[in-house]
């Protein structure tokens, strides 16, 4: 009886919870980090400040667990080939770039991250999700015989995202196929 | 007579503006735009809420004009050689992104940008202020043919700083001197 009147109420905790996320991720795409508050987060979710409170206790905790869902997964291709799979991966990071949401909430992460260590330790999470797949297709190519065993990922995932990077944020310049291909070229050039 | 009495008022005015306008680029540095009201840059620099207004209208204007003067003006070197150029470039670049007042601040304007054409205005100066010596060393190797007339100069900007940018803002690793000459190889290699 106990776990048959439980479950509608769960039920209806867990969407309460998926509401709030959900409108903090849309207040931080609006306005960044200074534009959630638990006040603007409860007038448009409809849901109570104190539910809110009852689950994250400040707002912090609130914006930390919205931004840690943010990031995009990304596949790691196989394409047969080292410079097919860079360039899958970047051809695939460029549109992210272009259209993803989270794309417009970097910045205002990588802001905090310079003075809140917690918004740091999300931001390594975001960051690693982002490296990892070029760090897989570099230790196979190594194992593969197919680039260097020597190559240092590190320093070939930061030419590789580097200047992706750099075009989305920095010079806001076209992230088209040209520039992917000019990138990839410029790391295979030098193997 | 009227010149004479003007002048010690005008160093005031001019003192209190430098001072409101330290104050605001401290807390930005602290606090990020966030972190910038009228009323604590107000309290910390001694200058009346009133004085303020009088000089700028409004905070977005404050937040601004300090920003502006942020950034670090590079010179452009002249080793007698492409390599040399921007391998000493780069170097200095490295410095300031571990050391500069700037580095520190430069996400929370990137982050206004997104949302805010006027700091985007200010961003964009503060990005042409870091790209352009590049563009003035590339285009002279182009010209005394140390590299192809075809070298597309933004695309070897992107290789140049977008590592490093990368490496200060996304992946927090060490900016050093291994790092640059890497990052000079692997743009040197493709020519």
Redesign the interface.
């Known amino acids: 009886m106990n776990s048959s009147t439980h479950s509608p109420i769960d039920d209806r905790v867990q969407r309460s919870k998926e509401r709030v996320l959900r409108t903090t991720s849309e207040l931080l795409t609006?306005?960044?980090?200074?534009g959630v508050s638990i006040e603007e987060v409860s007038r448009r979710s409809g849901v109570a400040k104190t539910t809110i409170y009852r689950h994250w206790a400040t707002r912090a905790d609130l914006v930390i667990d919205a931004c840690s869902q943010i990031s995009t997964k990304q596949d790691v291709p196989d394409t047969g080939s080292f410079e097919g799979d860079i360039t899958v991966f970047l051809t695939s990071m460029a549109t992210l770039l272009r259209t993803a949401r989270w794309s417009?909430i970097v910045?205002?992460i990588?802001?905090?991250?310079?003075?809140d260590p917690d918004m740091a330790q999300i931001h390594?999470i975001i960051?690693r999700g982002?490296?990892a797949p070029l760090q897989e297709i570099i230790t196979r190519a190594a194992r593969n015989g197919e680039i260097p065993i020597s190559t240092?990922p590190?320093?070939m995932?930061?030419?590789l995202?580097?200047?992706?990077?750099?075009?989305r944020?920095?010079?806001?310049?076209p992230l088209d196929d040209t520039?992917v291909k000019?990138?990839v070229?410029?790391?295979i050039?030098?193997l």
């Open positions: 609006e306005s960044g980090l200074g417009s910045p205002s990588i802001d905090a991250a310079e003075r390594s960051q982002h490296a240092d590190s320093t995932i930061a030419a995202l580097g200047p992706l990077f750099y075009r944020w920095f010079s806001r310049e520039f000019a990138v070229q410029n790391v050039s030098q």
